[in-house]
């Protein structure tokens, strides 16, 4: 069982390029997130979404834009890349309602 | 604004011995109260959890304690093992609102053998 799958694990950016964060659940959960996890601060909300098509925004969503065609896939959007961005991001999902977030291994991403 | 916090950054824990983290949060709409644990390397994973309406909850070695009046929950873990040397994440949430989750800034333990 996979479970949550993000992909890449490491990126390295220079400032002002764009990428995509990959994430796929197989678990047929309708809710999913986008944290990141920075030293001291715990983690943060980025975006999240209730279903496909459906998507919100988190406590720090600047920056970033999500989408979510699909159940399965919940990929999150860098535009242009700032060394803000520099950061652990962890997606996550959950079945409705349940509580427990099942977390991928996370990507780490630095901007240079 | 942050909006559950988490005490102590660091502990350090004999074996054996019983390491507790505690938390306090502001909003009373907050009705689910979980922990989780992650290791080195990888995401946070579930640990216990809590509802308000008990003041007590304890998996194995693992215990949520919560104070609804304080609006504080901790975490005990009793016979502490060099296993659980994890970093340990509070959060709260409210249904219906996404199931949006507020975490406390993580605490990172260290258990000597």
């Known amino acids: 069982n996979a479970g949550v799958t993000q992909t890449p694990k490491f990126r390295i950016l220079k400032i002002g390029q764009s990428m995509t964060l990959q994430c796929t659940q197989d678990?047929?959960?309708?809710?999913m997130y986008w944290y990141r996890q920075d030293p001291g601060m715990g983690l943060k909300l980025i975006y999240y979404?209730?279903?496909?098509?459906?998507?919100d925004k988190g406590e720090v969503p600047n920056g970033y834009n999500v989408s979510r065609s699909t159940t399965e896939d919940f990929p999150l959007r860098l535009e242009l890349a700032a060394p803000s961005q520099t950061s652990v991001y962890f997606c996550?999902?959950?079945?409705?309602?349940?509580?427990?977030?099942?977390f991928g291994e996370g990507s780490r991403l630095t901007v240079l | 604004q942050q909006q559950v916090k988490q005490s102590p950054q660091s502990l350090i824990v004999q074996k054996g011995g019983i390491s507790i983290i505690n938390c306090a949060y502001e909003?009373?709409?907050?009705?689910?109260f979980p922990w989780y644990q992650q290791f080195p390397g990888k995401g946070p994973a579930l640990l216990i959890a809590?509802?308000?309406?008990?003041s007590e909850k304890k998996e194995g070695r693992f215990t949520i304690s919560f104070n609804k009046s304080a609006k504080q929950f901790s975490l005990h873990i009793m016979d502490s093992q060099p296993g659980d040397s994890a970093t340990y994440f509070c959060?709260?949430?409210?249904?219906?609102?996404?199931?949006?989750?507020?975490f406390g800034t993580g605490t990172s333990l260290t258990v000597i053998p």
């Open positions: 909003n009373t709409a907050f009705d689910y």
């Open positions: 678990m047929n959960h309708n809710y």
């Open positions: 959060a709260a949430s409210r249904k219906y609102t996404g199931n949006q989750f507020y």
């Open positions: 979404s209730v279903g496909a098509g459906i998507t």
């Open positions: 809590i509802r308000p309406d008990v």
């Open positions: 996550a999902s959950s079945a409705d309602f349940t509580g427990e977030l099942f």
